[in-house]
């Protein structure tokens, strides 16, 4: 097995396209366990710790750089405000120790329905890119044309993930993760939910439940309807039970989810409904409360 090691970026662009069959890592959290479980036998290992800028985030005012190797550690503890939906998701990943070499590009990379960063990315709306490079150039990717089967994604074999690009959130957001125990461990199903008043949307983001993370589109159109029609992104008034209640049921109607050793298919359109039912109760109590102190 080749180990390469390059000390920047374009020396790691330069080795992905002589190497495009080498394995790129950077935490290892996911890359370890399939390797030391013979799992996934790489030809080449391309080892992406020394380049600085991976591990760097910026803030321009309206859209986060998340450099695709930001540990999960760091994006609880800097980056709550202005992505508070990521970092709550970051908060259930593994334990202390892989939170401290995880992170969102390795989630990216492996494309795994259950990967913690996907619904919170989803729901974090239409303006979420990857950007990723080759030698060729750079592009940038929406997050939803990123996913395109279980544990794929539509990078080409010479492009490595660079950084997210995520809009800075204007308003509430949260995640609900369903697993087996309370922590370390990978989700059952998960979901994640964003207010954004700004344009009149929602976002939202189902994990853990079909062959690719995906959103509950009919669910979101819904609400903004709802929304709009009765003026209450304007007033923060009252949702009511009926509202609630149908969005839980478009978000359950929106996944396709499997029988496997973590629950069962129906179990998890259950459970999705619940937490879709309380990650939007809430969001929009909070949103409430900016309402009335603003007014």
Not at 17 to 23: I, K, M
Not at 247 to 256: I, M, N, P, R, Y
């Amino acid at each position: 097995m080749e180990f390469l090691r390059p000390a920047t970026w374009d020396e790691a662009l330069a080795a992905k396209a002589e190497y495009p069959a080498a394995l790129p890592i950077s935490g290892g959290t996911d890359v370890m366990v399939e390797m030391n479980f013979d799992v996934h036998r790489p030809p080449a290992i391309l080892d992406l710790n020394r380049i600085p800028e991976l591990t760097e985030w910026s803030d321009d005012g309206g859209v986060v750089k998340l450099g695709a190797s930001v540990p999960y550690t760091r994006i609880i503890d800097e980056l709550s405000g202005p992505l508070p939906g990521l970092a709550l998701a970051a908060r259930t990943v593994g334990s202390p120790q892989i939170r401290n070499r995880g992170g969102v590009g390795g989630n990216l990379g492996g494309a795994s329905p259950a990967g913690d960063a996907h619904p919170a990315l989803l729901a974090a709306g239409r303006d979420v890119f990857v950007e990723a490079a080759s030698v060729r150039g750079t592009r940038m990717i929406p997050i939803d044309d990123f996913y395109v089967g279980v544990k794929r994604n539509c990078l080409a074999a010479d492009e490595l993930i660079r950084a997210v690009h995520i809009p800075v959130a204007d308003g509430p957001q949260q995640f609900s993760k369903i697993g087996t125990r309370n922590a370390m461990v990978i989700a059952v199903c998960a979901f994640g939910f964003a207010l954004h008043p700004k344009n009149g949307t929602v976002g939202t983001g189902i994990g853990s439940a079909a062959p690719t993370p995906r959103r509950a589109v009919e669910a979101e159109e819904y609400l903004q309807d709802v929304l709009a029609e009765r003026g209450l992104w304007e007033s923060g008034g009252l949702l009511g039970t009926e509202v609630i209640q149908r969005f839980g049921e478009l978000v359950k109607t929106a996944a396709s989810p499997i029988d496997d050793v973590r629950g069962t298919a129906d179990y998890r359109r259950h459970a999705l409904a619940v937490m879709a039912r309380r990650t939007l109760t809430w969001c929009w109590n909070d949103y409430g409360k900016q309402i009335g102190s603003a007014a």
